[in-house]
């Protein structure tokens, strides 16, 4: 019989990178993972398309697939409802696939409850500064958004204990590569190889951080 994949909660702050980090991981090993893709009530950004990027969907489409059990987990964030659909979760853990699903605090938590074995990793830049220059950049989101983004990222950097790794996403390449060994140690049963990864092994950092998000939310 298939082995059963893992399920792999990637959370970080809005701006961390982590959308081109998924997509590096899943170009470059084809096969060994799937992307979850989410269902949300926020209209699409330029650009985003439906089925890929999410599917967009309206607040009665989701009120209704939360009636028929159709979500491993859903969340509010900044004003919008997001879950993760079942179906698709399921059927690629039952065929040996790691199966990604990028979401935020709420949700990583609810999926720890119900899959114990999940791995949950937070990504991050290496300062809050990094964040807000991406998250202006992108171009797609007014002030008011990004302020209330940058304030979201204040109360998730309260929750970082909660997860398993921190992975720095200084590069792409770097955390990619960081990333799957993470994956396929824990799999493989050789946690104790990913022990400076752990989030406990970065406190030091993670403090700054969240000096600096609320240094940012205070509107410096
Ligand atoms: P964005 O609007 O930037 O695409 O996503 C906003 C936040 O929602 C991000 O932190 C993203 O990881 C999270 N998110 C996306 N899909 C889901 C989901 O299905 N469930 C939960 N709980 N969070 C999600």
Excluded: W
């Excluded at 304030?151 to 790794?165: C, L, N, P, Q, S």
């Excluded at 990619?176 to 970065?202: M, P």
């Amino acid at each position: 019989m298939q082995e059963k994949g893992r399920l792999v909660v990637i959370s970080g702050f809005s701006g961390a990178g982590k959308g081109t980090l998924m997509q590096a991981l899943l170009e470059q090993h084809k096969g060994e993972y799937a992307l979850s893709v989410s269902a949300t009530t926020r209209q699409p950004r330029p650009g985003e398309k439906e089925g890929i990027s999410y599917f967009f969907v309206s607040d009665e489409k989701f009120d209704e697939m939360i009636k028929e059990d159709a979500f491993v987990e859903y969340a509010r964030y900044v004003n919008h409802s997001y879950g993760t659909p079942r179906a698709y979760v399921e059927e690629n853990l039952s065929l040996g696939k790691n199966v990604i699903l990028e979401i935020e605090i709420q949700g990583a938590l609810k999926v720890r409850e119900k899959y114990p074995d999940a791995i949950l990793v937070f990504v991050t830049t290496e300062d809050a500064n990094t964040l807000h220059d991406r998250l202006a950049g992108r171009g797609t989101e007014a002030e008011d958004v990004i302020a209330a983004r940058l304030a979201r990222a204040v109360e998730e950097a309260e929750g970082i204990e909660e997860y398993d790794y921190l992975v720095v996403n200084d590069t792409i390449q770097r955390a990619c590569d960081l990333l799957h060994t993470l994956i396929t140690n824990v799999r493989e049963g050789h946690q104790e190889e990913n022990h400076a990864y752990r989030v406990s092994a970065h406190m030091d950092l993670i403090q700054k951080i969240r000096k600096e998000l609320k240094e940012y939310s205070k509107g410096e």
